[in-house]
Structures are given as C-alpha cells and as structure tokens.
C-alpha cells in the first residue's frame, strides 16, 4: 500500500470516529464544551483571564 | 466553488489521539478527531472540491458532515475564492505592558513582610493581579491593616487565602469586599464545609482541605481550564503559570514562585525591579507547553496552566506537571498521587507529610 493511501485509510478511521472521539456516545454528534470563567460567579468587574495560583482543590 | 473559514476565533489544537477546536470567544471547547484536524489543517484554505479530490473523491459524505457540523455549530462559514482573502488568522502573538502581571505573596506567623514596600515595588512594575496567601492565622485588623495599604493603586484584583476560623470571623472577612472592592475572591482553608458564595462582587469559598503550605499548589486539573484569547495567546508564547509572575515567599525571598527552590534575594535587599530586569528570573516564563514533555502532545496544551514546581523527573525541567493526572495517548484522566510511576518525586517534595 502506498504511503498516500495508508494516509487516507488512517483519516478515513479517524473520520468515521468523528463521533465517538467527541463524546462517550457513539450516536451524539460532539456537544460543546464550556469553560466557566475564572472567578465563575461572573460578578467580578475585571475577571482575571488566568488562575494566579492552583493551590485550591477544584474537586 | 465553495470555500469553508474557520472564525478567527475557533482555533484546532492536535493532540496525540484526539484534538480540539478552542472558541476564544465563548470559552468553549469542541472534541475533533484527528482526521478533521487533518482536513482543516493540512490543506490550508482551498475550495470543498479540491478537498474531497484530494482524498479521491471517497469520503465526500463524511467530509460534507463534518463541514455542516462546523457550519451549524458556528465554528466556521462557507465563503468565496474572492472573499477567503478577507478573512486573515488570528494574531496568536501576546505581549502586556507590565513587566509584570501577576503576583503572590506568601505568609505564615514568621513572616515580617513590609507590605507598603511590596505593593509600592509591584506598583511600578504594573501589577495587576496579587493573591496574598496566609498559612497560619491573621488578626483581622492586620488582614485590614494590608489591605488599606492597596488603597488608590493600579491594581485590579486581590484573591486572599486564609485559614478558617469561625462564623463570626468569615462573615467579617467576607464583608471586606464591599470596601476594599479590588477583592475578588477570599478563600477559607480548613473549613467545615465546603461550598462557596458570592458576598458583593467577590466569590467565598469554604475548603475543609488544610492547606498550611505551598506543597499544595500546582494541581492540573480540567476545572482550571481557561479559555480566552489572552490566556491562549500566552500560553501559544510562553509560560502558562510562570509568565510575568513573581512571588514573596513566607521568608521574604523574591522567587518565581513560592514553590520553587531558586532565590533571587531577599525582599528587604533588593528591589523586585531589581531582580525582574535580570534574565535569570525570565528564563521559566519561556518554557511554553510545546516544550514540555507529555504536555506537547496534549490537546488541552493550550488551555490548560503549567507547574514547572512540582514535575514527574525533578530534574528534568521539561518534564510533565506532577499533579496533572491526563494521559494524552489514551485521553483517560486519572487520579496523579496513585501513579506507581510519580511516587518517587512525591517523595522527592516531600508531599507525603501533606
């Protein structure tokens, strides 16, 4: 098999996994995945765009 | 012919296994596959049919899918050969105007930190972010007493750590916030309860964990993500944790951060625009996560911060963050501190004590 076909045979299975790389369900197209912000209450009037430190569990 | 943009916005990031597509602007994330990583990526902007000729015309139902996923997801638009010129990448360079940005002072009962002198030294280097960190008991009126000495500076935020005392004690600290509105978030270790609220515009978090050191810090975790353009753009460049940063441990010594052993003087010896005009503490800001090992082939490389304190091979310096617990070749998260293979650097730290 030539190196070009190997490479589209490998993207073909990655293609048809589209779906089950996306999520745990093999049949849900991929749902987007939100980041809370920092500070999530929102409330703050600067939010800081980075923890300063990772010191607090976050479990 | 039809031609597909990805939003300036939405940026694919490879990973070992699976990739992403960040949303700068609405912080969000999507998983791809590496095959659509491919397709995105590796033909640069040519029309849909020059894509599906280039894998021979067969896999032209699955390519179609996943462009009408991008498109009915707004991750992207159909445009023209004449209009695709319009529409240039987004900038992933980062710079700020301060020398530095961010900032923690660390503090226990042996501490004598001069407060006025620090705050007066990050002043000048255009601080904008501090987080005061307290690992035995403060009397409020010293918590106070620190706190009027931020009055009238450039400082956006304040975050403060400090033990838990009783009721009585966390509704004072808490109502802090409505004077000194810098706060944004206060942090009770060694709580009853875990929990958090909001008091005027700052969170309170409530933590039974006793973190009574800074062999606490530096935990990976996917609820530390962060996703905006000045933390990916940063992260994209240069140190996600380190960048721009300096700390006071509860010594007084002047380090990148408390965690570390290197020490660059002590803050009543010299001035910390003294210690940031010197290469030497710049050198950690410039390990981004390209150059980490692990980490590089990590789709969440680029969302996620960095720990160069504490890491798997202590002398390696490029060696993954000790406490991130995500294998990128099996996509699978896993509890770090069981890891057969990290026992010897939590040894190494000393991390069993805690």
């Known amino acids: 098999m030539s190196k070009e076909l190997e490479a589209i045979k490998n993207i073909t299975l990655n293609l048809h996994n589209v779906k089950a790389a996306s999520t745990d369900d093999t049949n849900v197209l991929p749902k987007a995945i939100t980041i809370e912000k920092y500070n999530s209450n929102l409330c703050s009037v600067y939010p800081i765009y980075k923890p300063i430190s990772k010191i607090l569990p976050k479990e | ?164 005392k009783n009721k009585e004690t966390e509704i004072l600290v808490a109502d802090l916030s409505a004077k000194y509105q810098r706060i944004t978030q206060i942090a009770f270790y060694n709580s009853q309860t875990n929990n958090s609220y909001v008091k005027y515009h700052s969170q309170i978090i409530n933590i039974t964990l006793n973190i009574n050191s800074e062999l606490h810090c530096g935990i990976i975790s996917s609820k530390y993500f962060t996703l905006n353009i000045k933390n990916f753009t940063e992260s994209v460049n240069y140190n996600s944790c380190l960048n721009r940063k300096i700390s006071i441990d509860k010594k007084g010594q002047i380090k990148n951060c408390p965690s570390l052993s290197k020490e660059y003087g002590h803050i009543n010896n010299i001035t910390l625009i003294d210690v940031v005009l010197k290469e030497d503490i710049k050198k950690l800001w410039k390990i981004n996560k390209d150059k980490i090992e692990i980490c590089k082939d990590c789709e969440f490389r680029h969302i996620c911060t960095d720990c160069r304190a504490y890491v798997e091979q202590p002398e390696n310096i490029y060696s993954k963050p000790l406490k991130c617990g995500y294998n990128p070749y099996t996509c699978q998260w896993e509890e770090w501190s069981n890891n057969p293979l990290k026992q010897k650097a939590i040894s190494h730290y000393e991390m069993r004590i805690i």
């Open chain 2, 1 to 164: 012919m039809k031609y597909f943009i990805l939003y300036a916005n939405c940026i694919p990031v490879k990973g070992a296994k699976r990739s992403l597509i960040c949303d700068l602007q609405r912080n969000q994330y999507w998983y791809i596959p590496e095959g659509l990583y491919d397709v995105l990526t590796s033909h640069g902007r040519v029309s849909l049919d020059s894509i599906k000729t280039s894998y021979e015309n067969k896999f032209d139902l699955i390519i179609d899918e996943y462009f009408e996923f991008l498109a009915s997801n707004e991750l992207g638009f159909w445009t023209t050969e004449e209009d695709v010129k319009n529409f240039p990448e987004l900038n992933l360079d980062w710079d700020e105007p301060s020398l530095i940005t961010n900032a923690i002072i660390d503090s226990d009962v042996g501490s004598s930190h001069n407060y006025t002198k620090i705050f007066d030294e990050l002043e000048e280097l255009g601080c904008k972010h501090i987080q005061l960190r307290f690992f035995d008991e403060i009397i409020f009126e010293q918590l106070t007493s620190i706190l009027e000495k931020l009055h009238c500076r450039r400082l956006i935020s304040v975050e403060i750590i400090l033990p838990f």
